[in-house]
């Protein structure tokens, strides 16, 4: 070390005296001394340039240095030490010049420099002991050797300095341990372009730094590139960094830099009268039709309102949830590889969860914790503030399923594993694609009779979307024609391009997320309300067709629509066209082909196919018997006597009676005399 370094280190950190004092004060509680690089630059720029090129160096001096100042003393007094050990941490490393990097840009060039880079943590283990200064005794002279242990790999002494032999024993008690955690981070979701696969890199974090963040969070962290050299010998050595500092970001879109220039571009397009048009061609262009889908889909990357708190604390999610179901090969995929495409922030994973890293998060026991317990981030917690695309949405396991509950409407997930306990953000939207258990989709039974999702789950997507597979020459014509296109010449190409292109859509995206928080006019909300008492009253003898799940759907359509033109106002034209996207949806799932009535009971109820035939058969026999009698009633001894021969027990008609009744299906204008109340 220059004399004139150590010098210059002595009088930057005499300055810092009444810092060190204080933090001597609440020792251990506090144990590093932060020290922001600006201002080690504008002090001496020649040390700070060191500190990055040489920080193992360096970062030692400053370490020594700062230990030999004697306000420690007291401090370590107290705990039982002679000297409390202080940390030194570096804040706010210069952006550029190639010290701020992405984790894909880390390569040999940086190892053993002090570098800053930025990621979601994916993956985080146990905290464990690591030994600093490790003490060996001679296997024949038992003279004592202590090794310090700088680096990752364990060092043995070479050779006793006593009687020159080289064999020693470990004596882990009177070695010296400090608590390190292994931390892995992926590249931000929206810092890759679509479809980008994020690369990860392990961090190790110490002592004080351990247990300071969790799985999902958004880290800088200032570090120096080590290496780990391989198992088995070899020259392929893996790396990691030994993190100095860790800071913790919370940014979402933000990441996404706009110019002023683009912003003047994105506020004219948010005033192009054809701007819902542009949006919703701008989704997925080389798949044919499914207009509502994709309007639907739109509104999904704008969200609704964020921030909204309601006057008891709890929090209203923001998040639209959307679930394709039907037939196979009607692009649903595509679909929502499309979406992920698109979408600012987004991963693509599907149901049954190939990737390994899960759906929402796990606890597992794994190398990477050295066999301890390891907290996995999936794929909700990595693109959160984001959407995922989740396609098989019906094969997903047991664990992810339960979690999937939580996750939807708390916006949470919750780990309770062999004594740990923690909880993950997962503010993320879910677009989801499931196929029908029976390979095709039956429009005369309800979604939860044909698709391996709970009901519970199904309930919480604010728009439902039965896709089927219908024979219709004219339709069948014009997808051949599209898709032949894509496969076409460069010239017919141009129909397929989005009409806005992805860079400057993203843009928009971001930017309205960002700025917009749009409130609910007056009118907007009579609208909004009238639509849901009518549906509500649609239903005859109180049967429940739509719930306050639905109304808060329409709320958050709605906003999302407000957002779309940037508008800081949700008017009455949002609110029309969350009712109409609502309206497509319920004349699709919740209307009862049989019996020619809404029902939303039918996106949440699973009867067996038999009930609901029995059902129907009784529907049936009270139809008939009422259209034969003159006062247009059934009675019960009559619905019993018709249906014995087919099957149906007198105690079974009485309960499907019972559920009619209570759906509004049929009333009882007489005692035992029923009509029914739909024609
Ligand atoms: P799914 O996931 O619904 O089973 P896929 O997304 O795998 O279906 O789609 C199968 C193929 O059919 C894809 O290559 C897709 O592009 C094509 N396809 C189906 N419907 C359309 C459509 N309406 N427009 C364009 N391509 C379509
Ligand atoms: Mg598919």
């Excluded at 890199?201 to 958004?218: N, R």
């Excluded at 819902?276 to 739109?298: F, L, Q």
């Excluded at 009270?622 to 001894?637: C, D, G």
């Amino acid at each position: 070390m220059v004399v004139y370094l150590k010098e210059a280190i002595e009088k930057f950190l005499d300055k810092k005296d009444k810092e060190i004092q204080a933090l001597a004060s609440v020792y251990p509680d506090k144990k590093s001394l932060l020290i922001d690089y600006q201002e080690l630059e504008e002090y001496d720029h020649v040390l700070a340039e060191k500190l990055l090129s040489e920080p193992d160096e360096l970062i030692a001096t400053f370490t020594a240095i700062l230990s030999e100042k004697d306000m420690l003393v007291s401090a370590g007094g107290m705990v039982g030490l002679e000297k409390p050990v202080l940390h030194v941490r570096f804040k706010n490393l210069p952006k550029e010049r190639g010290y701020t990097v992405m984790v894909r840009d880390i390569n040999s060039d940086y190892i053993g420099r002090l570098l800053s880079t930025e990621g979601v943590v994916n993956r985080i283990s146990d905290v464990l002991p690591k030994v600093y200064k490790a003490i060996f005794y001679c296997n024949r002279c038992n003279e004592r050797t202590p090794v310090m242990q700088d680096r990752r790999i364990f060092k043995e002494p070479y050779k006793c300095n006593h009687c020159g032999r080289n064999e020693f024993r470990f004596s882990p008690e009177e070695s010296e341990w400090i608590d390190i955690q292994k931390i892995e981070i992926q590249e931000p979701l929206e810092m890759l372009k679509g479809g980008e696969q994020a690369r990860r890199i392990e961090l190790w974090v110490e002592d004080d730094f351990t247990d300071v963040v969790t799985a999902g969070d958004k880290i800088v962290i200032n570090g120096i590139l080590r290496l780990l050299p391989p198992k088995i010998k070899g020259s392929v050595f893996q790396k990691f960094i030994e993190a100095n500092y860790v800071e913790g970001i919370q940014k979402e879109f933000e990441d996404i830099e706009i110019t002023k220039q683009e912003e003047d571009e994105i506020k004219k397009l948010s005033r192009d009268p054809t701007i819902y048009d542009k949006v919703t061609n701008s989704i997925a262009p080389s798949i044919y039709g499914y207009r509502e889908v994709k309007e639907a889909i739109a509104l999904q990357l704008f969200g609704g309102r964020t921030g909204k708190k309601l006057p008891d604390g709890t929090s209203v999610r923001p998040d639209i949830h959307l679930l394709l179901v039907g037939d196979p090969g009607v692009a649903k995929s595509k679909m929502l590889q499309y979406v992920d495409n698109i979408a600012p922030k987004s991963i693509y994973v599907t149901g049954k969860g190939t990737t390994g890293a899960g759906l929402t998060a796990t606890a597992e026991k794994d190398e990477f914790s050295e066999g301890a317990w390891t907290l996995k981030a999936g794929a909700l917690v990595l693109a959160g503030g984001g959407i995922a695309a989740i396609d098989e949405f019906d094969k997903m396991n047991k664990e992810d399923r339960s979690a999937m509950h939580e996750a939807m409407e708390q916006q949470t997930i919750s780990i309770a594993k062999a004594g740990i306990i923690t909880k993950f953000k997962a503010n993320t939207s879910i677009l989801a694609a499931a196929n029908p258990k029976f390979s095709r989709f039956d429009p005369y039974k309800t979604p939860a009779e044909q698709f391996d999702i709970p009901p519970t789950l199904i309930s919480r997507f604010d728009l439902i979307f039965p896709i089927k597979d219908v024979i219709d020459m004219e339709q069948d014509k014009k997808i051949a024609d599209h898709i032949l296109k894509m496969h076409g010449t460069e010239n017919d190409m141009q129909g397929m391009t989005p009409e806005i292109p992805a860079d400057m859509f993203r843009k928009y995206i971001s930017y309205s997320r960002k700025n917009i928080k749009p409130i609910l006019t007056e009118d907007a909300m009579a609208k909004i309300k009238d639509f849901y008492v009518t549906l509500r009253a649609s239903s005859q003898g109180g049967a429940v067709t739509a719930t306050p799940r639905q109304l808060e759907a329409l709320i958050r359509l709605a906003e999302a629509s407000a957002k779309v033109r940037l508008s800081q106002k949700v008017t009455v034209d949002d609110a029309e066209r969350a009712i109409k996207l609502t309206n497509f949806v319920l004349l699709e799932v919740a209307y009862d082909k049989k019996t020619g009535v809404f029902d939303i009971d039918r996106i949440a109820t699973d009867h067996s196919k038999a009930a609901r035939d029995k059902i129907k058969t009784v529907q049936d026999a009270i139809k008939e018997l009422a259209a034969a009698s003159e006062a247009k009633t059934a009675s019960f001894e009559d619905i019993v006597k018709s249906l014995v021969s087919q099957g149906v027990s007198q105690s079974e008609v009485e309960k499907i009676i019972g559920e009619l009744k209570l759906k509004g299906f049929i009333y009882e204008p007489r005692h035992g005399q029923y009509s029914f109340a739909v024609e």
